[in-house]
């Protein structure tokens, strides 16, 4: 059996970071506020785990209005694309060498 452990990435040791990560491989970009609902956090700790991702590259922050309120959507990067799936892959590995 092989080890894939050590092909998890620790950024997304984080279910907070798994399900920003899921929702923005599934959307185009998600607003603050759908982000905040879909995952079900406070602001402070959306907040901080998106600044983590944009940190290390994995999403990139746009901000904007509409009308006169401030609108953020995030979305993902090809980096932020490419480490999501080989996180996702290592775990299925993992899974099946447990079987």
Known sequence: ????????????????RIGIMSA???????????LKALIDVTD???????KTLEDNKYI???KGFI???TNTTYSITKQ?????RAHIDALEKIIKGLQ
Do not use: P
């Not at 923005?24 to 759908?34: A, H, K, P």
């Not at 932020?80 to 999501?84: C, L, P, V």
């Open 1 to 16: 059996m092989t080890n894939h452990i050590g092909q998890l990435n620790k950024i997304f040791d984080s279910r907070i």
């Open 60 to 62: 990139k922050v746009q």
């Open 80 to 84: 932020g694309e490419t480490a999501f």
């Open 24 to 34: 923005l491989m599934v959307n185009e970009d998600v607003n603050f506020n759908d």
């Open 44 to 50: 402070g700790n959306l907040a901080s785990h998106i």
């Open 67 to 69: 009308g006169r309120k």
